[in-house]
């Protein structure tokens, strides 16, 4: 139903065998027969198809029987993929002038651009951290946690955030030249390919019961900016009780409620870690302007519930200057 990218030369197939499911490397030629190319909403130039084998010979990748724990390895970096990620905003803004002066000088436009530019660095730095545990021996644990918390929290954001850049060129963002619109297209696709949102976040909860490593190492990189921000050592605090919370318990119903709740809960609980991360990473590595801005809209809910609704206070222009220098 689904062959992604049928140009290449090989592919991860599961397919049943004798011992259960199984990932087998299957070479592109005879026998891998392409129906047709799906008409998707976007990601039109990485083409997906329809495909039939028959005959096909494949090799065994890991063992047999194991083929979903062999083939996440791919997803976990097409995973890491989908969190690298507004300039485009930002530069218009400085250019179009409304109301007898630049965009960009306009308190509510600053208010947008500031936060389209906090989300985005965010993301970027969360991204890159974890792109540095791909080749780090021994943050195996915090890699594979964290690679599911950040693809679900910024794969969820894309799209709304690429929605605002354009709306701050107004017409201009919805002709095809400005490019915005395919960013927009794309965008959904994140929190689709490897695993949609409930994907995501169940497999954080099941990481969190099989992988036990996963959650601490996680949690001791949040912590490194312990005292940092009170806002966040609040935030970390509340979160592993939640968590705790959530994954303690007794046996019959009550288990069987606690699973309910848990998994009801999911989203939301990823979304937190999610957040404590990347203000920890701001705390530490970014300028005060960005990680109070940050710290003050997405932890201590200061902010509203759209991009362009940051506190008073926060220093916007800083914040704008340092996504795009003059």
Not at 115 to 135: G, H, W
Not at 154 to 165: L, T
Not at 206 to 216: D, F, H, N, Q, S
Request: aromatic share 6%; hydrophobic share 40%; net charge negative.
């Amino acid at each position: 139903w689904f062959c992604s990218d049928p140009p290449c030369d090989v592919f991860l197939i599961l397919a049943q065998a004798p011992g259960g499911l199984s990932c087998f490397l299957v070479p592109r030629g005879p026998g891998m027969e392409f129906q047709r190319l799906k008409d998707k909403l976007g990601t039109r130039s990485l083409p997906s198809s329809e495909v039939e084998f028959r005959g096909v010979e494949g090799r065994l990748i890991g063992e047999e029987g194991r083929g979903v724990p062999a083939i996440i390895r791919m997803v976990n970096h097409t995973r890491l993929d989908c969190l690298l990620g507004t300039l485009e905003a930002i530069h218009h803004a400085r250019h179009r002038q409304a109301f007898g002066a630049p965009l960009v000088d306009q308190p509510a436009m600053r208010n947008v651009l500031a936060d389209l530019a906090i989300e985005s660095e965010a993301a970027t730095v969360s991204a890159l951290r974890v792109a540095r545990s791909y080749d780090e021996p021994g943050e195996g644990a915090f890699r594979r946690f964290t690679t599911a918390v950040m693809k679900y929290w910024v794969s969820k954001r894309a799209a709304g955030h690429a929605a605002e850049a354009l709306e701050c060129l107004g017409g201009n963002g919805f002709v095809e030249d400005s490019g915005l619109p395919l960013l927009y297209r794309d965008a959904p696709l994140n929190s689709i390919w490897e695993g949609s949102g409930n994907v995501a976040a169940l497999d954080v909860l099941r990481a969190i019961v099989k992988e036990p490593e996963g959650l601490p190492a996680f949690m001791a990189e949040c912590e490194l900016a312990a005292g940092g921000d009170v806002r966040l050592d609040t935030h970390l605090g509340r979160t592993r009780d939640r968590v705790q919370a959530l994954f303690t318990g007794g046996d019959g119903e009550d288990a069987e409620q606690r699973l309910y709740n848990a998994q009801f809960e999911a989203r939301h609980v990823v979304e937190e870690l999610a957040v404590g991360l990347q203000a920890s990473l701001l705390v530490r590595h970014a300028p005060p302007a960005v990680a109070d801005a940050f710290c003050a809209a997405r932890l201590e809910g200061a902010g509203g519930r759209v991009y362009g609704t940051l506190p008073g206070g926060v220093d916007a222009k800083a914040i704008i200057d340092r996504a795009l220098p003059r």
